[in-house]
């Protein structure tokens, strides 16, 4: 499994990788989950997921107000994603043309906390434009 190098972009310090339990806990949920925290977690509280397979991290490390933010984001994309009733796959190619990025960079887990307001932004303006549309 290859090691991944990664620096917490608030304090600079190393990341490390541990169980996801070592912030959240034990619980099923969150069983042979791993995250990278910053190397001075929890008086620096920068995290980011890693995938279950190969402990590849989900994006970048970021803090509370970040990581919240990212979670707003996912939400309006799958939100917006229902209404218009379309595939995943499609609303990543949608945002890539909103945002004007490519496919390597729209990921919400790689996004700031401005472009996580654009994100929830897009979805809320095409959806008050779908209702308009309808009525």
């Known amino acids: 499994m290859k090691n991944y190098q990664l620096n917490c972009p608030y304090c600079g310090a190393p990341a490390v990788c ?15 989950s791993y995250l990278y925290l910053c190397s001075h977690w929890p008086a620096c509280d920068s995290y980011v997921a890693a995938h279950k397979q190969d402990k590849r991290p989900m994006g970048t490390l970021a803090n509370a107000s970040l990581r ?7 939400r309006a994309l799958e939100e917006f994603r229902r209404s218009r009733h ?8 949608w ?3 909103k945002l004007g990025l490519s496919p390597e960079q729209t990921h919400i887990g790689m996004f700031s ?3 996580c307001g654009q994100v929830i932004a897009l979805c809320r303006q095409s959806q008050k434009t779908q209702y308009q549309e309808s009525a």
Do not use: C, D, F
């Open 95 to 97: 945002l890539q043309g």
């Open 86 to 93: 379309m595939e995943k796959w499609a609303v990543y190619v």
């Open 18 to 32: 541990r169980p996801a339990s070592t912030v959240y806990g034990n619980s099923v949920r969150n069983k042979g």
């Open 113 to 115: 906390e401005k472009q």
């Open 68 to 74: 919240r933010k990212r979670i707003l984001a996912h």
